[in-house]
């Protein structure tokens, strides 16, 4: 079990320093004319401009969006980003993003999906494409249901221009799902991480890869951005990610305990507390489901 205890000093190196400091401050920096909210009639979504031409659309508790989502207006299209999209959310950020401009949405960038899921990011309009990672593609790809749009997928990265604002898609690989996508508008000091972060929530970790997740964390915090829009909350910064970060070391150090011990998963269910978590959002509602997953992926890893 050395490398078990190893892993845990590893993980707490890694995540128990912030990169932050508690009166850091941030200058702005403009690009293009000044934003402007806009009322539009949907349900899904608050929409909250972060920079000019880029907007945060966060979803509203009790509504059909599950996790947030982010448009970039550019000099002649649209990018737009989300996960967990069925037809009606599609529908409300489509109508949200006409309230601000008459250019058209050229390219969707799906952050992730989790696999089995035929009813959500299967009904986006024609007309576009669709950029996701070859491992969310292949996920997509395997389901009942075929994709009817164009879609792109790639790699490790991809760079959109669109005039003065850049789009720079980075491929995590393993976190969330096993095919996570970060998106970082560099001109704005912007990322939207989607569900590879939450605020004050224990998140949903059903489809999660816990080390490689930890490690993505850790970049998203050194990245240092100004604002970094969660998959849920408000819109946030680096300290926050250390927050759920050290949140998230908690909760794997007390199961890595429990496998260290030797209980079963039933019995890690059973007996299993973190006290200080107890407010998050979530925490009755997902932190069996979230223990299943953890149990099984850090058990398939560390109990050789």
């Given at each position: 079990?050395?490398?078990?205890?190893?892993?845990?000093?590893?993980?707490?190196?890694?995540?128990?320093?912030?990169?932050?400091?508690?009166?850091?401050?941030?200058?702005?920096?403009?690009?293009?004319?000044?934003?402007?909210?806009?009322?539009?009639?949907?349900?899904?979504?608050?929409?909250?401009?972060?920079?000019?031409?880029?907007?945060?659309?966060?979803?509203?508790?009790?509504?059909?969006?599950?996790?947030?989502?982010?448009?970039?207006?550019?000099?002649?299209?649209?990018?737009?980003?989300?996960?967990?999209?069925?037809?009606?959310?599609?529908?409300?950020?489509?109508?949200?993003?006409?309230?601000?401009?008459?250019?058209?949405?050229?390219?969707?960038?799906?952050?992730?999906?989790?696999?089995?899921?035929?009813?959500?990011?299967?009904?986006?309009?024609?007309?576009?494409?669709?950029?996701?990672?070859?491992?969310?593609?292949?996920?997509?790809?395997?389901?009942?249901?075929?994709?009817?749009?164009?879609?792109?997928?790639?790699?490790?990265?991809?760079?959109?221009?669109?005039?003065?604002?850049?789009?720079?898609?980075?491929?995590?690989?393993?976190?969330?799902?096993?095919?996570?996508?970060?998106?970082?508008?560099?001109?704005?000091?912007?990322?939207?991480?989607?569900?590879?972060f939450y605020i004050d929530s224990v998140g949903y970790m059903g489809s999660g890869y816990m080390t490689d997740w930890l490690l993505a964390l850790d970049f998203l915090e050194q990245m240092?951005?100004?604002?970094?829009?969660?998959?849920?909350?408000?819109?946030?910064?680096?300290?926050?990610?250390?927050?759920?970060?050290?949140?998230?070391?908690?909760?794997?150090?007390?199961?890595?305990?429990?496998?260290?011990?030797?209980?079963?998963?039933?019995?890690?269910?059973?007996?299993?507390?973190?006290?200080?978590?107890?407010?998050?959002?979530?925490?009755?509602?997902?932190?069996?489901?979230?223990?299943?997953?953890?149990?099984?992926?850090?058990?398939?890893?560390?109990?050789?």
């Amino acid at each position: 079990m050395l490398r078990l205890f190893t892993t845990i000093l590893i993980l707490s190196y890694t995540l128990t320093t912030p990169v932050f400091s508690a009166d850091e401050s941030v200058a702005e920096k403009s690009v293009g004319p000044p934003a402007v909210a806009v009322v539009s009639v949907q349900d899904s979504f608050l929409i909250e401009p972060l920079a000019p031409n880029v907007f945060a659309a966060i979803a509203k508790a009790g509504s059909k969006a599950t996790t947030n989502a982010l448009f970039v207006i550019g000099k002649d299209s649209v990018v737009a980003a989300g996960a967990h999209m069925t037809k009606t959310v599609i529908d409300d950020l489509y109508a949200a993003i006409v309230a601000r401009t008459d250019k058209p949405v050229k390219h969707f960038v799906l952050m992730h999906h989790h696999a089995g899921y035929t009813y959500v990011d299967f009904d986006f309009p024609p007309g576009q494409d669709v950029l996701l990672s070859w491992q969310t593609w292949k996920n997509i790809d395997a389901e009942i249901r075929k994709p009817e749009y164009s879609s792109l997928f790639f790699n490790e990265g991809l760079t959109l221009k669109l005039g003065e604002l850049s789009v720079v898609l980075t491929n995590i690989g393993k976190g969330h799902t096993n095919g996570d996508l970060v998106l970082y508008i560099p001109e704005a000091g912007i990322v939207f991480a989607s569900d590879l972060f939450y605020i004050d929530s224990v998140g949903y970790m059903g489809s999660g890869y816990m080390t490689d997740w930890l490690l993505a964390l850790d970049f998203l915090e050194q990245m240092g951005a100004e604002q970094i829009v969660p998959g849920y909350g408000p819109v946030s910064n680096s300290r926050e990610v250390y927050e759920f970060s050290r949140y998230f070391r908690d909760f794997l150090t007390e199961v890595l305990q429990h496998i260290e011990h030797g209980d079963t998963l039933e019995q890690l269910l059973a007996h299993f507390d973190l006290p200080e978590y107890h407010n998050l959002d979530g925490y009755d509602q997902l932190i069996k489901l979230n223990l299943k997953r953890a149990y099984e992926d850090l058990n398939n890893n560390f109990s050789r």
